[in-house]
């Protein structure tokens, strides 16, 4: 009955039914959704308070490097080293080594080609041994056949 006006003198007993199934439906429908916003508020809390955990033991990991780093350096200094040349000779060494690996590398690809090309030879002297044998064959049989005809 949707759309229909009542009235006090229009209301029936089916109709005050109607209506109260109607409010009792809404009643349900709200109950639901504060349900649902109950349960998206719980997880998102969860979800929150797990990343405060991850971002403070991440905070806390930091923390712990940078003093154990400051210690380092320390001792490095009243040894008589030179953190900054320690850190730049570690630098060149990853570096080198990078090279060394790209060199390497390209090397074990040259490799590969000339086995590739290697191969390709040894194919190619097979073919023309053949190739050859086959071309004095001919010949033999061409002048044979020369011979052979009057």
């Known amino acids: 009955m949707k759309g229909t006006r009542y009235t006090a003198d229009t209301i029936t007993d089916n109709a005050l039914d109607e209506l109260y199934q109607r409010v009792a439906r809404a009643e349900e429908e709200a109950d639901a959704a504060v349900a649902a916003a109950?349960?998206?508020?719980?997880?998102?809390?969860?979800?929150?308070?797990r990343a405060e955990r991850a971002t403070e033991k991440q905070r806390r990991r930091a923390e712990?490097?940078?003093s154990e780093l400051h210690t380092l350096r320390s001792g490095l200094r009243a040894n008589g080293a030179?953190?900054?040349?320690?850190?730049?000779l570690w630098a060149q060494i990853r570096l080198r080594n990078r090279q060394w690996h790209a060199a390497k590398r390209e090397c074990d690809q040259n490799a590969a080609a000339i086995?590739?090309?290697?191969?390709?030879?040894?194919?190619?002297?097979?073919?023309?041994?053949?190739?050859?044998?086959?071309?004095?064959?001919?010949?033999?049989l061409d002048e044979r056949k020369e011979q052979s005809a009057p």
């Open 82 to 88: 030179d953190p900054t040349n320690i850190q730049n």
């Open 115 to 140: 086995e590739r090309a290697r191969a390709l030879a040894t194919r190619w002297a097979v073919l023309r041994t053949h190739g050859s044998a086959a071309a004095e064959l001919r010949a033999a």
């Open 64 to 66: 712990i490097a940078e």
């Open 38 to 49: 109950a349960r998206l508020t719980t997880l998102v809390g969860q979800r929150s308070e």
